[in-house]
């Protein structure tokens, strides 16, 4: 499984972005993807994850502010974040697992004025 992020960048806080991730491989055997973030000098946490039936789970500090969503069809995974604040600032990265964990290369986003 291979998956390719894109769509960060650099937002004033309030504003908005869209991250996709497409997935490409043996994405007939993906069931679970989702967003992991790692800021600098921390852990990489959670962000949400999205099963191919659709249930979603959401870390405490993103619930209300980001939505994932999945296009099982073109085989993508989104993450809209609204309302971002600066300590949103982190390298995201897609994940998925099939046998084993996967990993998107990542892509900066970056919040600040």
């Known amino acids: 499984v291979q998956l390719q992020a894109s769509g960060g960048g650099l937002v004033q806080p309030g504003g908005s972005l869209r991250l996709s991730c497409a997935a490409s491989?043996?994405?007939?055997?993906?069931?679970?993807m989702g967003w992991y973030r790692q800021a600098p000098g921390k852990q990489r946490d959670l962000v949400g994850i999205?099963?191919?039936?659709?249930?979603?789970t959401y870390a405490d500090s993103v619930k209300g502010r980001f939505t994932v969503s999945r296009d099982n069809a073109n085989n993508t995974m989104y993450l809209q974040m609204n309302s971002l604040k600066p300590e949103d600032t982190a390298v995201y990265y897609c994940?998925?697992?099939?046998?084993?964990?996967?990993w998107g290369q990542g892509t900066q986003v970056t919040v600040s004025s």
């Open positions: 491989g043996r994405i007939s055997s993906i069931n679970i």
């Open positions: 999205i099963t191919k039936a659709g249930t979603i």
């Open positions: 994940w998925t697992f099939v046998g084993r964990v996967f």
